[in-house]
């Protein structure tokens, strides 16, 4: 092997190492039978686990952050399905140049999201809601979901649609008949990771949510800043897990993509 394949290895293997250190120190904290976090954890128990499982203000949380995760991934993968199928039939500049707007959530840095957010849900009543904290995050997913489907539409045949067309469909069928079960995968993928966006989401929820409507990930900030216990860790191990879990059901997705336009072709 060559030194700079070496040295790229090394420099791999350093960059995972940082991502994943942090997650092998929090997991076994979880699990500490101390009153206060500690590594490495003196004693073992899984009381931090029930502690979370039954507090009725963590309970709360998590049932808000659920049901804006599941609320704004749906309505994302809808919308962001139907911009991207759009987007790949088109050949104007104009239209094309709405991608661009469409990741604005990804480049724009999210504390200035944030910030506008906030601004205009003070305007219009909506800061402290349900409908506000699912608009917000369906629009931060919108672009996982535009660019998952993207990658789909274009490894698939257009003239599938064409020969289905022909035969007296009208494009309507013809999407739901022919397009979304080849593309299926795809759509799926970017469901997947614009739940994993709205429940990972801090920053703007900070922001924006509040009283009974407050997010998991926010009481977590505020329960740190008050006082720090291992129910913390226990949650984030808990999170990290899902998101673990739901990134491995993306990959699987991306594969069957690819057999799927394989067999297609």
């Known amino acids: 092997m060559s030194p700079s394949k070496v040295l790229l290895h090394g420099f791999v293997v350093l960059i995972l190492a940082w ?12 699990f500490s039978g101390a009153r206060f976090l500690a590594f490495p954890p003196p004693s073992w128990s899984l009381r931090w686990y029930e502690s979370y499982l039954g507090s ?8 808000v952050s659920l049901i804006v995760g599941v609320c704004s991934a ?11 199928y759009a987007l790949n ?50 629009m931060l997913g919108l672009p996982y979901v535009v660019t998952s489907v993207l990658v789909g539409l274009r490894k698939f045949d257009p003239t599938q649609e064409m020969v289905s067309r022909s035969l007296g469909m009208n494009r309507w069928r013809t999407f739901f008949a022919v397009t979304l079960p080849q593309i299926r995968p795809s759509v799926i993928s970017g469901l997947l990771f614009a739940f994993i966006s709205a429940i990972d989401e801090t920053v703007v929820s900070l922001f924006i949510s509040g009283g009974e409507y407050q997010t998991l990930t926010k009481k977590m900030f505020t329960a740190l800043r008050d006082e720090i216990d291992p129910t913390i860790a226990s949650i984030s191990s808990l999170l990290t897990t899902i998101s673990f879990i739901l990134l491995m059901l993306a990959a699987l997705n991306a594969r069957n993509t690819d057999r799927s336009q394989g067999r297609a072709t």
Do not use: E
């Open 19 to 30: 991502l994943i250190i942090p997650v092998l120190i929090i997991l076994p904290m979880s």
């Open 56 to 63: 009725a203000a963590w309970m709360q949380a998590t049932r």
């Open 74 to 84: 749906v309505i994302a993968t809808i919308f962001g399905t139907a911009a991207a």
């Open 89 to 138: 039939l088109t050949q104007s500049r104009l239209v094309r140049s709405l991608q661009a707007l469409l990741l604005l959530p990804l480049i724009v840095p999210i504390v200035i999201t944030a910030v506008g957010v906030f601004l205009v849900y003070a305007q219009v009543g909506l800061l402290a809601s349900m409908t506000g904290l699912i608009l917000a995050n369906v």
